[in-house]
């Protein structure tokens, strides 16, 4: 019986934003009910905010800022858009949409060996880093 041959696995390095964001996500995806959760209940509050006169003023100020667009980007790209703002959402659209993709694609348990492997992997290198 021969020995798999070793797998190189090229990477751009990344630093310490794009950890901190690959770590979000993660979390993100390991726990999608405390993740919807928490964010309806931040855009409760924010919508509570934003009835007051302070909220209002705010509002305002950062309706055109660039940086807030950009903000956008980033969350919308880490969340990978799964969180929903219904308050009646308890797990996430995006969570089920995928469970029902993969349980009908072909080639489903290759698929699910190479998702583990990825996950295995870069668990570790999380650890290591």
Do not use: C, N
Request: charged share 25%; no cysteine.
């Amino acid at each position: 019986m021969s020995e798999a041959p070793p797998r190189v696995v090229l990477r751009e390095p990344e630093d310490e934003v794009g950890r901190l964001l690959r770590a979000l996500q993660r979390l993100l995806l390991k726990y999608p009910v405390a993740s919807q959760a928490m964010f309806t209940a931040l855009v409760a509050e924010g919508r509570l905010f934003a009835a007051t006169e302070a909220g209002q003023g705010w509002r305002q100020r950062l309706a055109a800022s660039p940086l807030i667009r950009r903000g956008r980007v980033v969350w919308d790209e880490t969340s990978l858009r799964m969180l929903e703002e219904d308050p009646a959402t308890v797990i996430p659209s995006a969570v089920v949409d995928a469970f029902v993709h993969a349980a009908v694609m072909d080639g489903l348990e290759p698929f699910l060996s190479r998702l583990f492997e990825e996950g295995v992997d870069g668990a570790d290198a999380a650890r290591a880093g």
